[in-house]
């Protein structure tokens, strides 16, 4: 790369920083950038993908131990808001206790991330939203497993 398309992609790259700076927190900034817990979980205790009011999709997969969310990753194909949103919710959710997790909202995610531009605080409840469906249908296979185990047992005893 010559020194002068160096130095125009340096300037450019700087130029696009100083307008997020204007609108964006440090906070949003640095998890665009560099998304903590990005990606998907394979065999995950729960999952969800959700589409929010703007189309864009957030899934959130997670690993269960003793109670606890022991591993939790996230994807969306959304804004940079949403990127940084789904980071959060997954920061603020790893290693709480499922039910501790599943009160985490968007105003608790706005907050962590010293808040939003008005037009993409949606993008904080996409990521609430898709923490909660997920851990509703983690709920929901721990009863179908029960279920499941009840019918054996009834299938084993002949009733
Ligand atoms: Fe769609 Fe941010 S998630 S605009």
Known sequence: MSSDFEKAVNELQESIMEDARKIYSEKVIERW?????????????????????????????FKVKDGKLSKIKFMTDGCASSIAAGSMAAE???????????????????????????????????????????????????????????NEDIATRGE
């Open 33 to 61: 950038l560099n998304p903590r817990n990005l990606g998907k979980i394979r065999k995950p205790d729960g999952f969800a993908k959700v589409k929010g009011p703007c189309g864009d999709t957030m899934q959130i997969s």
């Open 92 to 150: 603020l959710a790893q290693g709480k206790r499922i039910e501790e997790a599943a009160e985490i909202s968007q105003q608790m995610i706005l907050d962590a991330l010293d808040g939003l531009p008005e037009e993409s605080v949606h993008c904080a409840l996409l990521a609430s939203n898709a923490l909660k469906e997920a851990i509703k249908k983690y709920f929901d296979s721990k009863r179908n497993d029960w279920a499941k185990q009840w």
